[in-house]
Structures are given as C-alpha cells and as structure tokens.
C-alpha cells in the first residue's frame, strides 16, 4: 500500500471530486486519478462512485476514509510536534461556533500571543458544528449544549437563559417578561430545526402543552435578530448573546428559566495537536 495512493484518496473525498484533490495537493488530476485506480485494483475494490461530474463514497470507501482521518492528523500531530520551535510562527486554527461571542475575549488573547497564526471562524448549529469536527474541518466548536460523549472533550463556560427580543419600536417592547402561552400567540422568528435554542424552547414549550409555530424560519441566529431588528415579530436567543445590539428589546420568558449551556469543544483523539492545546489552555 503506498502513501501517495492513500493520500490522494483521503483527499479526493475529503475535498468532494478529483479536481479539488489536485489542486488541494498541487498536482494534475490525471495523476490523482491514476493513484486512486491503482489502490482500488490493487485491492479490488470500488472506494468512489463516479456518476458524470458526480463523486460519491462508496460504503467501503465511506469505512477507508474514517480510517484515513485518523492516519492524517497523526501525521500532522507528528509534523506539529517535530517542529516545535516553529508550531506557532504559522499554522490555522478553524473554529465551528454557533456563536463567536463566547469566545471573542480567549481569540483576541490568542491573536496577541501568537499573531502569526491564522484564524478562520466558520457559522453553524450545534448539529453542524459536531459534524464539522467529526469531518475534520474544525479544530475547535462552540456550542449551546454539552454533548454527553468521551469522544469530546468539554470545557464548560457556563449556561446563560435563554430570552425573547424585540425591535425596539415595536409596540411588543413594551412587554418586559412574557410567558410561553403568550409569545405562542405573536408572530415569532426561529431559528432552524437544527437549533439547540429552538429544540429547547420546543422541549419547554411542549411540557406545557404549548406549541410554537415559526411565522418566518430563518438559518443562523445573525439572520433572526437582522430579521427582528427589521420590525418583524420576536426572536429567541440566550441572553448573554444579545448583549450589544441596541436595536434590539429583551423580552425575558417567564416561568421556569430555560439555560442555555456554553461549552468550547474539540474532539478527545486530537487534545494533543499543539493550536488546539493552546487554545483550550486559555479558557
């Protein structure tokens, strides 16, 4: 089995077709197509489904590339660790966050310290973000939740309730504290079904009976407060992420308080890669 062969294969389904994999490893797609071919004669075994432009694993290739993951972050932890003296003159850190305003004091720290470092933040539920490390295109997620898995290792930043907003010229600002009965019946704005908050206003929601249907569902907790700011209805969001926009009206829910958990997480088998050590330490 030759290192070349598996590595064009990893990339090939890491970046979703042949053409993407040469340009990610600087070669001719002729040649990332040989190396493929030659490890699925060698083994006899088809790793990717080739229908015209379309490239898709296999169920064999699908169990290869869960293996080659692990194979190559090895590898990198081994580069990171032969080259310590340079581990932090370069380099990418990638977060998956649900929201950055968790973390915004620990990156700017981090910025400080180690400013040759790249820093590349990518948005997402809580589902996205533990899909994003588990694919290997995160280093580090940030979410409203705390995943009950040794898989991940979790440091937890707290919890924080979560509350309803308003435009603040809209006449439902004059509610200081609302209950869920009573937000059911306004037009309200929520979040995706992948959204820890939605499920967990649903949860509570539920419990009492209630149901909350969305007059306007919008992807990302940035779209609903734009949408909310715009006049629109009220959004749900934990309270500690709301701070600062001054357009917009807190709301809190009255009753039982429904937490939000923060909590920084990356996965348990890469803890010893130098960025993300670095990065959790600071927490």
Do not use: W
Request: hydrophobic fraction near 40%.
């Amino acid at each position: 089995m030759r290192y070349v062969q598996l590595r064009a294969f990893h990339n090939v389904a890491l970046h979703g077709g042949f053409s993407n994999a040469a340009k990610a490893l600087h070669l001719t797609q002729p040649a990332i197509s040989d190396q493929v071919r030659k490890l699925e004669e060698e083994y006899d075994t088809l790793l990717f489904n080739r229908e015209k432009r379309q490239v898709t694993l296999t169920e064999q290739g699908g169990h290869l590339l869960e293996i080659t993951k692990r194979l190559f972050e090895n590898e990198n932890q081994a580069r990171e660790l032969l080259q310590e003296n340079r581990a932090f003159s370069s380099g990418t850190l990638r977060l998956h966050v649900d929201s950055a305003s968790h973390v915004l004091a620990v990156l700017a720290r981090f910025r400080q310290k180690f400013p040759q470092v790249r820093i590349e933040i990518r948005t997402g539920n809580s589902a996205e973000v533990i899909e994003a490390l588990h694919d290997y295109r995160a280093d580090i997620g940030v979410l409203g939740t705390v995943p009950d898995t040794a898989a991940i290792d979790v440091v937890r930043l707290g919890s924080s309730p979560i509350i309803a907003f308003t435009a603040r010229d809209n006449p439902l600002s004059a509610h200081h504290s609302l209950s869920l009965k009573q937000l059911s019946a306004m037009p309200l704005v929520l979040r995706e079904k992948g959204s820890k908050t939605r499920q967990k206003l649903e949860r509570a929601a539920g419990a009492q009976g209630i149901s909350l249907t969305a007059a306007i569902e919008a992807e990302g907790r940035e779209a609903v407060q734009e949408i909310v700011a715009s006049g629109v209805g009220i959004g749900f969001v934990s309270q500690k992420e709301l701070a600062g926009d001054v357009r917009l009206a807190p709301i809190t829910i009255s009753g039982t308080p429904i937490l939000m958990e923060e909590a920084v997480v990356n996965l348990a088998e890469r803890r010893g890669g130098r960025l993300i050590r670095a990065f959790v330490g600071m927490l």
